[in-house]
């Protein structure tokens, strides 16, 4: 991970509560400190530059990093961190014609940050960011480079898992319709990611909606796909969705798999609560009755309890369900 991404995942991760191996430095927010101060900061470290100083040096420099490293140089490492942290910020308020790849995923993690914390009035400028990350990505693809290699150079300038926020930001499209958008990220990030079975996941979400058979066909095709490599938590999600969808060949389809994973108490009992979910919806009440009964009994077993694949209840209910 990128230096900065690396202080940027201390500062995020340290809001609600202070680790006592932190200092003050290393996660002050400095963009809501004012310029005079920044400046003088830089003075404890013989370093002293104004507003047109600053503009005059940097224009020798590509980067907030390179110029740091001139400037820092002779101290030791911590100074040097203390020093980067300064010039980064001054770099991304004076250097605007200079956006650098940390500048930009500097940006991009505050975006998120804000997102995910329900601080953003609209998510336009977060689109604007996936946008031009789409065409960064592409720009390197295009000049030779594997669609895996660059997603995974560029990420190292992220504290945010940019995979992970584009699942989670896709999700929240489709929870308010906007399915356009939503399979647009979907087919321009399909290349990049690693985790394809989510996205072909999202999509046959949308699907579901505009075209039935498109979406069955889809889910036949994760469903192969976890045969060769199982993802608990993918068909957890995915057993959960179809518990509400009502098409009973393709839940029962995903159950089956469901059976050979379980690996433990919690496991087992999230998947008996989809079960029961389920043959509730479809007034099966024979089914959910034993489902309850096997609840029930079982409400005192620890979550981390290993669940061994001979286990009475687990037998019993692959006979009660398939």
Known sequence: ??????????????????????????????????????????????????????????????????????????????????????????????????????????????????YDNNKMKNDEKIQNHISMIKSIL????????????????????????????????????????NYSYALDLIDSYYSYFNAKNWLDFLKAKIFSVTNINSSKELFENILLKLKNKSDLELQFRILDFLSYSLDRSLFISFSKEMFKIVENEKNFKCFLEILLNFFERIDDEKKAAEIRKILKKRESIKKMSKLKKTNIDLLFLKKVIL
């Open 1 to 114: 991970m990128h230096r900065k991404a690396l202080y940027n995942l201390l500062k995020f991760t340290s809001i609600d509560k202070k680790p006592k191996n932190v200092e003050n430095w290393q996660i002050e927010d400095l963009r809501k400190i004012d310029l005079d101060i920044l400046f003088k900061k830089l003075h404890k470290f013989d370093i002293f530059l104004d507003n047109e100083n600053f503009l005059k040096y940097s224009k020798n420099f590509f980067t907030p990093e390179e110029f740091s490293s001139f400037l820092s140089d002779e101290k030791d490492l911590q100074q040097r961190d203390q020093i980067y942290l300064i010039i980064f910020e001054l770099w991304r308020r004076f250097a605007q014609d200079k956006k650098s790849i940390s500048i930009f995923c500097d940006e991009l993690d505050h975006r998120i940050f804000e």
């Open 138 to 177: 592409d720009e390197n693809v295009d000049a030779g480079e594997s669609h895996k290699k660059v997603f995974n150079d560029f990420t190292k300038f992220l504290a945010h898992d940019y995979e992970n926020f584009l699942l989670d930001y896709i999700s929240d499209l489709i929870d308010i319709k």
